[in-house]
């Protein structure tokens, strides 16, 4: 039996419902892969938790109950102890600093698997070392999650690029979180902080929502997509429309923004009412390779195009090619949540399982 230990940083959404999938895909693939996953650390911002085998359905309870404070070196000390082989750190943060860990888990036998985008949006310098530290001690990164959540976007542009296609152009709601909030805002009489809670209420946005609404999120995919496609750009060349007036981004406390968000209504309201009775709101990221434009706005479009008819927290990428001609690659579906993003997550664990002994 193939035995992966999987060690996971970041127990909110996504990574708490990682380690119940985990669980509840278990026995399935013992039977029918001869895989078996265990979970033995689990760990959030303060705490972390040790088993010797795998977490089971209580770990919330036994989190809560027996998780104490700790050092990278203390879980990096605990697996080497055990012996444990074909070790995964799982990235289920959204922080800007635990990436600065990824080297050191690499060295010391990790794996990387990662929701956080983080690593892939910092300087190509960061970029390239993190890859030349992958390829020197033989560990792959799988980071499927970080555009279009559970959908298979980059190993499709990937899969496309290494194959030879001549890929021109990617233009897409990039957004699950802000696909809902337009959508949702584009149809019924709320306004729009008051959608925006209700986005974060359902798990779609990131931890801080001015990352969505300041157009980061959606800049640093199309960084992550740029880069797979071996253009040398950086998110501070990325064109973007900024929806955060500056007063309440920047050192402004997210509890501030919390408080002010009402502050939005404003010109969204404007940029509403001045809509056609055909058309909506939409927000979406342009990727020109010939020019190397990378564009992240606002736009109006026709209740009936592709991505005026866009429902719930759909995301769609359109994938220009040689090959695809006029008609683009389209890819489509849920862009945010905790289910399907942890779903992609698994998926990545699972592709990684593949190519280990
Ligand atoms: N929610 C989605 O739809 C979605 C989709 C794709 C990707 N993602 C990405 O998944 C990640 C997690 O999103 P979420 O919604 O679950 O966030 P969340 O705020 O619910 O959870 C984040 C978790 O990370 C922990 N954490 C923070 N800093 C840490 C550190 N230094 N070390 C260990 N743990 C730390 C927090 O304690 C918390 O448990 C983000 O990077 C997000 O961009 C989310
Ligand atoms: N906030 C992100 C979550 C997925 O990364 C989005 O809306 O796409």
Known sequence: MKKINIVLFGTGNVGSTVINQVLAAREKLQQEENLELNIPVI?????????????????????????FPYKISDVIDY???????????IDATASESFVDHY???????????????????????????????LRKNGKFFYYETNVGAGLPIIQTLHGLYQAGEEITRVRGVFSGSLSYIFNTFSEESKSFSEVLTEAEKKGLTEPDPRVDLS??????????????????KELSEINIQDLVPKHLNGKSSLKNFQLKKHE???D??????????????????ELEIATGNLEVKLVKEKRTSAFGSLKNADSSFEIYTESYGEQPLVIQGAGAGAAVTARGVVADILRLSERLN
């Open 43 to 67: 760990a959030n911002s303060t705490t972390a938790f040790f088993v010797k085998q795998t977490v089971n359905r209580s770990w919330e309870t036994n989190f809560s109950a027996s998780g």
């Open 79 to 89: 697996v080497t102890q055990q012996g444990y082989e074909n070790l995964v750190a």
């Open 103 to 133: 080297k050191l888990l690499i060295e010391q036998g990790f794996h990387v698997v990662a929701a956080n985008k983080v690593a892939n949006t910092l300087s190509s310098e960061f970029y390239e070392d993190l890859r030349k530290s």
């Open 215 to 232: 157009g980061k999120d959606v800049g640093r995919k199309l960084l992550i997509l740029a880069r797979e496609l071996k253009l040398k």
């Open 264 to 266: 939005l209504d404003g």
């Open 268 to 285: 969204l309201e404007k940029l509403k009412a001045d809509l056609e009775e055909d058309e909506v709101i939409r927000h979406v990221g």
